[in-house]
């Protein structure tokens, strides 16, 4: 890793964000190109919530929603969430909240992994981006920008981060 950073610091940190973000953007493409079905796992704990809304099992033999492709893998306090949400604002008003801060999570982390200075030395962290992760809308990027959000408010007191 060190030899990456030092080459990686050599190079201007706008050059350097750009070759540790082609992968990215290749997947990107590819996703364009031959498209896949967005937000599945979003869907699948959409399908949870629906289920206990109607008194169902979140967890069946078969998937209740099979349209989508994905089980419902979470724990049941992402149904519970998302059945709550369903009996406020309905299927589409989930969706649009959902997309509304899985956007702002999404570009806030992209904000604050492309900003000057330090550049450089973040930019062979850009190749783990993966649009594998991003497009069936997994709640782990909802959790690491969290955590990422989290770090950079307890900065001074780190600790904080510890679990209890």
């Known amino acids: ?3 990456i950073t030092a ?6 940190p706008g050059l350097a ?6 992968p990215f953007a290749y997947a990107a493409l590819h996703q364009l190109l031959w498209p896949k079905p967005w937000f599945t796992d979003f869907y699948a704990v959409a399908c949870a919530g629906d289920a206990l809304v109607h008194n169902m099992p979140i967890y069946p033999p078969k998937p209740a929603c099979p349209v989508f492709g994905t089980a419902f893998v979470y724990p049941p306090l992402c149904a519970q969430i998302s059945a709550w949400l369903q009996a406020r604002l309905g299927l589409g ?3 649009a909240l959902y ?7 999404l570009l806030g982390v992209l904000a604050v992994l492309l900003r000057r200075p330090g550049l450089g030395a973040r930019a062979p962290f850009l190749a783990a981006l993966s649009v594998s992760g991003i497009r069936p809308g997994n709640l782990s990027v909802l959790l690491h920008a969290g955590i990422l959000f989290t770090s950079r408010r307890c900065a001074a007191r780190p600790l904080l981060l510890l679990p209890p």
């Not at 080459?7 to 201007?12: G, H």
């Not at 964000?17 to 082609?22: E, P, S, V």
């Open 1 to 3: 890793m060190e030899k």
């Open 7 to 12: 080459w990686a610091e050599r190079l201007p």
């Open 17 to 22: 964000a750009a070759l540790f973000l082609l």
């Open 93 to 95: 008003g989930e969706t």
């Open 99 to 105: 997309a509304l801060v899985y956007a702002g999570a």
